[in-house]
């Protein structure tokens, strides 16, 4: 899952996202609305953390004017303010959730694991193709129902590949995904799917990860018996 973190300080939205980060969440961070509002416009990013005030905009007013379709279909909305009716007004506009700017790491978390929670998120809480199953909120991988212990990064790139349902996803697409905007060696990728791949096979799964050449990857499962009357 990729998060994105908007303060105005951008030190201290790189400090938040390296938490973030180590919490399991795929996170970038940015200064400014027009930072981040172009970088939505080349990514995907399941939530948004954004504080109130910042030197190019009010997040409140951003988040308006995106109308219902909240931030270039971004799932939810954190907004970050010191003042309750500032809190209250984020809300009020369509924010999943609002705290005071000053938040610890460990209610951030917390704060975030709860609101995916969410009936509205209910269906995607747990991705399932074949054997192979993951738990978003819990970060959880699991093959026929036992537990399979996972890197973090490993974890990103199977829930990627798991949302597309079967389907190709194209290498740049899960690299923006897993990596965000940091500098990737040229063949990071490709080891980390060599490890994931061997952990599915040690764990006993039938479900396997394709190489699409020339395009990307999918997972592929054996498909299901009919069962007939």
């Given at each position: 899952?990729?998060?994105?973190?908007?303060?105005?300080?951008?030190?201290?939205?790189?400090?938040?996202?390296?938490?973030?980060?180590?919490?399991?969440?795929?996170?970038?961070?940015?200064?400014?609305?027009?930072?981040?509002?172009?970088?939505?416009?080349?990514?995907?990013?399941?939530?948004?953390?954004?504080?109130?005030?910042?030197?190019?905009?009010?997040?409140?007013?951003?988040?308006?004017?995106?109308?219902?379709?909240?931030?270039?279909?971004?799932?939810?909305?954190?907004?970050?303010?010191?003042?309750?009716?500032?809190?209250?007004?984020?809300?009020?506009?369509?924010?999943?959730?609002?705290?005071?700017?000053?938040?610890?790491?460990?209610?951030?978390?917390?704060?975030?694991?709860?609101?995916?929670?969410?009936?509205?998120?209910?269906?995607?809480?747990?991705?399932?193709?074949?054997?192979?199953?993951?738990?978003?909120?819990?970060?959880?991988?699991?093959?026929?129902?036992?537990?399979?212990?996972?890197?973090?990064?490993q974890t990103a790139i199977l829930e990627v590949l798991l949302r597309r349902g079967g389907r190709v996803v194209p290498r740049p697409l899960l690299e923006q995904d897993i990596y965000g905007l940091q500098a990737v060696?040229?063949?990071?990728?490709?080891?980390?799917?060599?490890?994931?791949?061997?952990?599915?096979?040690?764990?006993?799964?039938?479900?396997?990860?394709?190489?699409?050449?020339?395009?990307?990857?999918?997972?592929?499962?054996?498909?299901?018996?009919?069962?007939?009357?």
């Amino acid at each position: 899952m990729r998060l994105m973190i908007v303060f105005h300080d951008l030190k201290l939205a790189q400090h938040i996202a390296v938490g973030l980060n180590a919490a399991g969440f795929g996170t970038d961070a940015f200064s400014t609305i027009e930072d981040a509002s172009t970088a939505m416009r080349v990514g995907h990013y399941e939530m948004v953390i954004v504080e109130r005030r910042l030197d190019d905009g009010d997040a409140v007013a951003w988040l308006r004017g995106q109308g219902r379709s909240k931030l270039a279909g971004t799932s939810f909305v954190i907004v970050l303010a010191d003042k309750e009716e500032e809190r209250v007004a984020a809300l009020e506009a369509g924010a999943d959730d609002s705290a005071i700017s000053l938040i610890s790491m460990r209610e951030l978390v917390a704060r975030i694991r709860a609101v995916l929670r969410r009936p509205r998120m209910a269906v995607e809480s747990r991705l399932t193709l074949g054997d192979l199953s993951l738990c978003t909120v819990a970060r959880e991988t699991s093959v026929d129902g036992r537990s399979v212990p996972m890197q973090r990064r490993q974890t990103a790139i199977l829930e990627v590949l798991l949302r597309r349902g079967g389907r190709v996803v194209p290498r740049p697409l899960l690299e923006q995904d897993i990596y965000g905007l940091q500098a990737v060696c040229p063949n990071s990728l490709e080891v980390r799917i060599s490890r994931l791949r061997r952990q599915l096979a040690e764990a006993g799964s039938m479900t396997t990860i394709e190489t699409v050449r020339g395009v990307g990857y999918r997972l592929t499962a054996p498909p299901q018996p009919s069962l007939r009357g």
